[in-house]
Structures are given as structure tokens and as C-alpha cells.
């Protein structure tokens, strides 16, 4: 069983920064394909950020040039890095793992940025 757990959330104003930590117990996180999500209050839960295991990265169409996703295995750690935040970005943030077929969630963390 693999236990995530966010941390790094916050309230910021507009043009502001956080870094979100994901730490995942367990082993093979090097293996993990690792992910942040978010969802805001009254829509569905949206892809933010994808890493690989081997550090590809992909991002939504709205982060991009804002956010990025990074991992360090030694840690067992995945963060996501998000700068330029907008008041759009107000969402619970949570980190998903995958291996293989099998994927895991975290509890969420919630980024407020105010206008």
C-alpha cells in the first residue's frame, strides 16, 4: 500500500508563488508515473502536471510557462513549482501516482490565490 501526502499549500496573492510537495511512502517511486490534479469547487478534477520515470513531463494548456513538475527519487518526492499564480488557479491540489495499473491519491492540499 502507497501513502501520498501534499503539503506546500497556501493562500498567496495574485502573482505569487508556492511549491507543493508530494512524498510518497514505500518503494519503486522511481518506477511511479507521477501526476498533479486539481479540482475547484464545482467542476471536475483536471490534469495539472504529468512526470515520468524518467522525467518527461507534459502540462495542461493553462500552466504552461507557469508550472512545473519535478521529482526526486532519492526523496521519493514529486513538487510541482507554480509561479505567476492567478486567482483561477484556486483549487485543492492533489498528487496521483500510477504503477502500472494500479494508481494512488493524496488527501489534497488547497491553494487559495486572491485578486
Known amino acids: 500500500q502507497v501513502q501520498l501526502v501534499e503539503s506546500g499549500g497556501g493562500f498567496v496573492q495574485a502573482g505569487g508563488s508556492l511549491r507543493l510537495s508530494c512524498a510518497a511512502s514505500?518503494?519503486?517511486?522511481?518506477?511511479?508515473?507521477m501526476s498533479w490534479y486539481r479540482q475547484a469547487p464545482g467542476k471536475q478534477r483536471e490534469l495539472v502536471a504529468v512526470?515520468?520515470?524518467?522525467?518527461?513531463?507534459n502540462y495542461a494548456d493553462s500552466v504552461k510557462g507557469r508550472f512545473t513538475i519535478s521529482r526526486d527519487n532519492a526523496k521519493n518526492t514529486v513538487y510541482l513549482q507554480m509561479s505567476s499564480l492567478k486567482p483561477e488557479d484556486t483549487a485543492s491540489y492533489y498528487c496521483?501516482?500510477?504503477?502500472?495499473?494500479?494508481?494512488?491519491w493524496g488527501q489534497g492540499t488547497q491553494v487559495t490565490v486572491s485578486s
Open positions: 496521483k501516482g500510477q504503477w502500472g495499473l494500479t494508481s494512488y
Open positions: 514505500g518503494s519503486s517511486f522511481s518506477i511511479a508515473l
Open positions: 512526470i515520468t520515470n524518467n522525467g518527461g513531463t
